[in-house]
């Protein structure tokens, strides 16, 4: 069910605890933490606490934690002292999702070229 966490995803288990990650930032909302898999010097996940498949239908079901999301991405940037930076959100295995949890990809730390692949 939306918004329950989701005993076979990944980003559930680490909200629960269940699974170590690196967190930078949490909120009552939200946490940040690095990826495994960095792309970019800066590269950390900012994920909703409630689990949702994919960012719309985080925004269609509660655009305030949709609104937390972005604000805490902005947050963590200014924190690691991104000047420049992308926020992405991957909707769909062909847009590279692979966590069905929303999701933000905040990347710095490097110059990011356009368009993306």
């Known amino acids: 069910m939306a918004g329950e966490p989701q005993a076979d995803c990944l980003f559930c288990k680490i909200v629960a605890g269940d ?5 930078v930032k ?3 909302t939200t946490v940040a933490f690095r990826d495994i898999n960095p ?3 800066t590269h950390i996940l900012v994920i909703p606490k409630v689990h949702y498949a994919d960012a719309a239908a985080l925004a269609a079901a ?11 991405a902005g947050d963590v ?12 959100f991957n909707t769909g295995s062909g847009a590279g999702q692979t966590v069905f949890h929303a999701h933000a990809h ?5 110059g990011l070229q356009w368009p993306p692949g």
């Open 77 to 88: 940037a200014a924190e690691e002292k991104a000047e420049s930076y992308r926020i992405v």
């Open 26 to 28: 949490e909120t009552e």
């Open 62 to 72: 509660d655009p305030a934690i949709a609104a937390d999301l972005l604000r805490e």
């Open 19 to 23: 699974v170590p990650a690196t967190v």
């Open 39 to 41: 792309q970019a010097p």
């Open 106 to 110: 905040l990347l710095g730390g490097r």
